[in-house]
């Protein structure tokens, strides 16, 4: 059974593209590419730059994008299996999220920031009418025992 990097590396050759003409046409570092053909994942920056990697590895070459993104995250866990760092069934389906272990805050970090926000508004909008209510109430005039004045008729005294 092949590694994903011989795999990628294979499709690469047969197609008579070098490292160079992919990093140039993609603006990834030749070292980058060349961490992936040789399943040195170690070597890379993670994250959405590896699976960005390997997409723009793909699209070059003309293989199918998603099915090498997969290829990669089987071969990044089965390299985090054998370094002992548990397994992850849901790192293969595209959008999943995996489920936070017993007692942490379950609530996704969107809705929580989402909520923040409403919060604050909510926030400033009372301290702005509390504060235009507070200005308006230290500004009335006194309406009790206060002489009245006649209204204007027009005519000069």
């Known amino acids: 059974m092949s590694t994903f990097g011989e795999e990628i590396r294979r499709e690469r050759e047969l197609r008579q593209i070098s490292l160079r003409e992919i990093a140039e046409s993609t603006k990834i570092s030749l070292r980058y590419l060349d961490a992936l053909e040789q399943n040195d994942f170690k070597h890379l920056p993670g994250g959405v730059f590896n699976k960005g990697f390997v997409r723009a590895f793909a699209e070059h070459i ?61 926030v400033v909008a009372l301290a702005i009418a509390g504060f235009f209510t507070i200005r308006a109430w230290l500004n009335r005039t006194p309406t009790a025992g206060a002489p009245s004045q006649a209204p204007a008729t027009g005519e000069r005294p």
């Open 62 to 122: 003309g293989i199918d994008p998603e099915a090498m993104v997969n290829a990669y995250l089987l071969e990044e866990q089965s390299q985090l299996d054998r370094a002992g760092n548990g397994p992850d069934p849901l790192v293969l389906r595209r959008g999943a999220r995996p489920t936070p272990p017993p007692g942490t805050d379950s609530t996704p970090r969107r809705r929580r920031v989402a909520i923040g926000i409403v919060a604050t508004v909510v």
